[in-house]
C-alpha cells in the first residue's frame, strides 16, 4: 500500500492568541501571525512579543510551528528598526518570518541570522526561475501567487527543490497577488502596508444624470461588487499533493474562531486520510458540507483550473447563504450532571436546533431542551455577550468544542 510520509503542512491564520491555540487545537501544522509591525492585517488582533513567546511556547508543545507575517511594500523609512523586530522573531522562537519587500528580505537574511525566510504571496512568484532566483537568496520556502495553475505548480516541482506553499481556501482578493490601491485612493488607507478598507467588496450603483436627478442604471437597482468568492479546494487534495505542494495554506487572519477551527479540522482529515492511502481516498461529503457551514461567500478553484469567469464573482444576490451560525464555546463539562458550561458568542435559547463539534471531526446535534445561567438560574435566552451559561447534553463534549445552530 503506498503511504505519502511527507505529508504537506496544514497552515492556519491565527489573527489573535486564541485563534492561534484554537487553529492548533483543531489540527493545524503551523499557524502564521501578525506582529505590531510590517505587516498587512493593521486590524487585525496583532501579536506584542509576550504574546509571540506565549504562542511559541503553546505551539511547541503541541509540535506546530509558528511564522510572522511581514509582509508590507516598505516606503521610505518603513524599514526602521526592522532588523531588531526580526532578531526578537528569532530568539522568541518564531519558525519563519513571510516576507515579500527586498530591502526587509535582505535585513532579515543579514542583521537576523538563523532566523528563516518565506517569501510572501505578495511577491507574485509564477516560475520556476523565479523560485530558484529567491532560493539562491536564502529563502527555504516561496508562497505562491494566487494566480498559478496546477500544472504551472507541476512545472515548478520539477525545475526547483524549495518549499513551496499555496493558498487552498479562504478570501481572494480582487488585485493582482493583493496588490491593490483602491482603498489608497477612496479610502486614505494603503492596502500595501496594512490599511486595505476592502472597496472591492462594497456594493455599487451606476448612474445616469438626467435633468439634475440621477437615475440607476442597474437592473431592479440591484447592487454589484467586484470582488471575487471565496476559494475552497477541498474537492482536489490528490492535485495538489501531486503536484509538490509542501504547505497548505488557509486564508483568514481576521475570521473568527469558528471559521479558524472548522476550516483547520476539515482540512486535517482530509490531508491525512489522502496520505494515509492515497491509492484508495474518498473525498467525503461530509467534509464538503462542514466548510459551508462557515461559508460566508460562495466558493471556487480559483486560478488552479483556468482564468476564473463571472461565475467565480460576486455579482447580484447571493446565491448560497450561510445556514448556521456560531453561538458559544465549550468551557468545562460535568460529567456526573451531564451539562456543559459554555461561553456565549452569540444569541441562542431553548428551541434552538446546535451542532456541538471538537477535534478529530467530532459532532453532536441537538435541541436546546433547558438552559441556566452561571447561578443555576433559568434562563430561556442567553443574550448577553461572553456570558457563562449550562445546557443539559445528550453525549459527553470536551472543553474546546465549538457550538454552531441552525438559522
Known amino acids: 500500500m503506498r503511504v505519502i510520509t511527507d505529508k504537506p503542512e496544514v497552515l492556519a491564520p491565527a489573527g489573535t492568541l486564541e485563534k492561534l491555540k484554537v487553529a492548533i487545537n483543531y489540527g493545524a501544522d503551523a499557524v502564521y501571525i501578525g506582529g505590531d509591525a510590517y505587516g498587512l492585517r493593521s486590524r487585525a488582533g496583532n501579536f506584542s512579543f509576550d504574546q509571540m513567546r506565549e504562542g511559541v511556547a503553546y505551539a511547541q508543545a503541541h509540535n506546530a510551528k509558528v511564522y510572522v507575517a511581514a509582509n508590507i511594500v516598505a516606503h521610505e523609512g518603513d524599514t526602521a528598526g526592522a532588523g531588531q523586530f526580526f532578531r526578537t522573531l528569532r530568539d522568541i522562537g518564531i519558525s519563519a518570518v513571510i516576507v515579500s519587500d527586498p530591502s526587509l528580505i535582505e535585513i532579515a537574511i543579514t542583521e537576523a541570522p538563523g532566523l528563516p525566510v518565506h517569501l ?82 462594497w456594493k455599487y450603483d451606476l448612474f445616469e444624470m438626467s435633468g439634475g436627478e440621477k437615475q440607476s442604471q442597474l437592473e431592479n437597482g440591484e447592487a454589484f461588487s467586484m470582488s471575487a468568492v471565496d ?73 488552479y483550473y483556468g482564468t476564473p469567469t463571472a461565475d467565480d464573482e460576486l455579482f447580484g444576490k447571493r446565491r448560497k447563504r450561510p445556514q448556521y451560525g456560531f453561538v458559544g464555546e465549550v468551557l468545562d463539562y460535568d460529567a456526573e450532571r451531564k451539562v456543559a458550561i459554555v461561553q456565549q458568542r452569540n444569541n441562542f435559547g431553548v428551541g434552538d436546533k446546535i451542532e456541538f463539534y471538537g477535534p478529530h471531526f467530532t459532532h453532536t446535534e441537538q435541541v436546546v431542551e433547558r438552559l441556566w445561567d452561571q447561578d443555576n438560574d433559568i434562563l430561556y435566552r442567553a443574550p448577553d455577550a461572553m456570558m457563562i451559561c449550562q445546557l443539559p447534553v445528550k453525549q459527553p463534549v470536551k472543553a474546546g468544542d465549538m457550538i454552531r445552530k441552525q438559522r
Not at 259 to 279: E, F, L
Request: negative net charge.
Open 120 to 201: 510572501s504571496t505578495q511577491a507574485s512568484a509564477t516560475n520556476y526561475e523565479t523560485l530558484n532566483f529567491w532560493q539562491a537568496e536564502g529563502l527555504e520556502r516561496v508562497v505562491l501567487a494566487r494566480e498559478v495553475g496546477i500544472e504551472e505548480i507541476k512545472e515548478m516541482r520539477r525545475h526547483t527543490d524549495v518549499q513551496i506553499e499555496a493558498f487552498i481556501h479562504g478570501a481572494m482578493c480582487i488585485g493582482y497577488s493583493g496588490r491593490c490601491v483602491l482603498s489608497n485612493h477612496m479610502s486614505m488607507r494603503d492596502a500595501n502596508r496594512g490599511g486595505c478598507a476592502q472597496n472591492c467588496r
Open 231 to 303: 476559494m475552497a479546494m477541498i474537492e482536489h487534495i490528490p492535485d495538489l499533493v501531486e503536484a509538490g505542494v509542501n504547505s497548505f495554506k488557509i486564508e483568514g487572519r481576521m475570521k473568527s474562531i469558528h471559521y479558524v477551527s472548522t476550516v483547520a479540522n476539515v482540512y486535517r482529515q482530509a490531508v491525512d486520510s489522502y496520505c494515509a492511502d492515497p491509492d484508495h481516498y474518498v473525498l467525503k461529503r461530509e467534509w464538503v458540507d462542514e466548510l459551508w457551514k462557515v461559508a460566508q461567500r460562495e466558493m471556487s478553484t480559483g486560478f
